[in-house]
């Protein structure tokens, strides 16, 4: 309880000047960093041959988010390919096949890090360096922008002159390339050497050598030595856990003490995991000049956490292993069952999807809360996805309570119409087509399906795998053998359509908006920055993810936790 607390109060008190920091480098004003960090930016930007001071329209800015994918997708696809044959090798990684390095490059490229391979035996430093790091660091930076992007359509677009000085164009959501690059070079790199220093003096190993080898302790193993995997370890975990990445250097992930050494690294990392995200609740505010509207979506956002967090500790109190240290196969056994609860719960709350513990090993009613929290995917959520969707049902919201109270449905001074609100449905209704028909379709086929349990937990193993990639979360129920070109391919698809819909059309809706005469509030105004807004708000998320999913829910974990009690 005490990291717990801990843990939220320094997320909050961090994250309010850190919140005002990014809305002042979202904004492009002038800083009093802009000589030393315009050194790093003005090469890159000609490099890019790009104007960071030129506007787009909304499908200018989609069209350079997934330009800029696909040349990084494709030149990393290309490293996971070839590591055999390139430097940096020193443990003799060998390529990877086919469809492992697609599965491997759309994971990392979407944000999500979910891993079907043990990194270190099966990637190479330059591979990890490149491939791995060079996507943690951009994809969150991509996500931030686009929701910049969306937050100035939805308040009427940009301010600019154009070249005769006619004023304000409303279909300029901002520079892509500016809103990607400034944050990266000015927030994220920053605070990941900070945190790389930080690891590294609690023991993260940060070298470039492959690592000793040793006698191992036991006899009975019949090896002669053991080679300690390392390498720039620091560095990685730092990235992977600021920019709500996930993916560890090693298979187990943070679980692994290389990884995650001592009490004060596992406190650093799960305050990494939630900084960002929480920081962006704050920016909201002082973003677009509304500053109620931070009071909203923090209010929400730590409402639906605590209960979440909440649940988690209380189901894994219930458990067996709160009793007996030899139930714990699978928790953090170092630091005991609650903080493996407590990181379940954060690094689901966001898109993390790191791990210090293994979720197959957590009690069924806690791994219910892991999924929920990852069919919400608001609940502080990825940087900048989380309030994409956030703002997608604050949009439902809005119309829903239009509905109910015989008003008009309008943000911001601007009416939701039939538009606005087909695109929002297909968004709702894509979720569950993905994630149940590719469940329906692996159940039944068990041979496909690879679960290491055929009972009510197998269903739950199925069903965590593809949520986790649709939420572009990244963590695993594990006990799959999703090594295989049915486990690749289906969640390679499921990755991308939880990904790029979820955040371009989004930003379709806000220049929709953006075209229309905003209408200033009056009587009849709905207003949003309320307690009341807050809970209805809350209702439509629950309702709209756990109630439409309850099937599945019953079948899988809930039914595994009458099972259990039943013996």
Not at 258 to 278: C, F, G, K, Q, R
Not at 386 to 415: C, N, S
Request: charged share 10%.
């Amino acid at each position: 309880m005490t990291e717990f607390i801990l843990v939220f109060a320094l997320a909050i008190v961090l994250g309010w000047p850190l919140g005002r920091y990014l809305a002042a480098v979202m904004r492009g004003a002038p800083m009093r960093g802009d000589r030393p960090f315009g050194t790093i930016e003005r090469p890159i930007y000609r490099l890019l041959g790009v104007d960071p001071a030129q506007g787009m329209g909304w499908k200018a800015y989609a069209g350079a988010f997934l330009a800029s994918n696909l040349v990084v997708g494709v030149l990393t696809l290309i490293v996971f390919m070839t590591q055999a044959w390139l430097p940096l090798n020193p443990n003799g990684a060998p390529n990877l096949r086919w469809d492992l390095a697609l599965h491997t490059m759309v994971s990392f490229l979407t944000n999500t890090n979910q891993q079907h391979y043990s990194g270190q035996a099966q990637l190479s430093h330059l591979a990890q360096m490149t491939g791995i790091v060079g996507l943690q660091m951009a994809t969150p930076m991509m996500g931030l922008a686009l929701l910049a992007a969306t937050l100035r359509g939805l308040f009427g677009g940009r301010e600019t002159a154009d070249a005769a000085g006619r004023g304000r164009d409303p279909a300029d959501l901002g520079n892509y390339w500016a809103d990607v690059i400034r944050p990266a070079v000015r927030v994220l790199l920053p605070l990941c050497l900070l945190w790389s220093l930080a690891l590294t003096w609690q023991g993260v190993p940060s070298t470039l050598h492959g690592g000793p080898a040793v006698v191992p302790v036991d006899a009975s193993a019949q090896m002669a030595e053991q080679k300690i995997p390392v390498g720039p370890v620091a560095p990685m975990v730092a990235v992977k856990q600021l920019g709500s990445n996930g993916g560890g250097w090693y298979g187990p992930n943070s679980a692994v003490p290389l990884e995650n050494p001592t009490p004060l690294s596992n406190l650093l990392e799960m305050l990494a995991i939630v900084l960002i995200p929480v920081a962006i609740t704050f920016m909201v505010g002082a973003f677009t000049g509304r500053r109620a509207l931070t009071a909203l979506v923090f209010g929400t956002m730590l409402t639906m956490s605590l209960a979440s967090t909440g649940a988690a500790l209380w189901s894994e109190s219930l458990s067996g292993t709160s009793g007996d240290v030899a139930l714990m196969e699978g928790k953090e056994v170092r630091f005991g069952a609650a903080p493996s609860a407590l990181w379940a719960a954060v690094t689901t709350q966001t898109s993390n999807g790191s791990v210090d513990a293994m979720h197959d090993s957590l009690a069924p009613l806690t791994g219910l809360v892991t999924i929920g929290n990852m069919l919400v995917n608001a609940i502080w959520g990825g940087i900048g996805c989380g309030l994409q969707q956030f703002l997608v049902y604050l949009l439902l919201g809005v119309f829903l309570a239009g509905l109910m109270t015989g008003r008009t449905p309008e943000l911001f001074g601007r009416k939701i119409e039939a538009h606005e609100v087909k695109l929002l449905a297909a968004l709702v209704l894509l979720q569950p087509l993905v994630l149940l028909g590719f469940t329906a379709i692996t159940l039944a086929l068990p041979s496909i399906a690879g679960t290491s349990n055929p009972s009510f937990h197998g269903i739950s193993q199925v069903f965590y795998e593809y949520t986790s990639a649709f939420a572009n979360n990244g963590s695993g129920f594990e006990g799959l053998g999703d090594a295989t070109y049915w486990w690749n391919l289906s969640t390679t698809l499921a990755l991308l359509l939880g990904r790029y819909p979820a955040l371009i059309v989004p930003l379709a809706i806000a220049a929709s908006l953006a075209r229309k005469r905003a209408a200033p509030d009056g009587p009849g105004t709905l207003r949003i920055e309320t307690p009341t807004f807050a809970l209805t708000l809350i209702a439509v998320v629950l309702i709209l993810t756990l109630l439409q999913f309850m099937p599945v829910l019953v079948l899988g974990p809930i039914a595994d936790h009458l099972a259990l009690r039943a013996l």
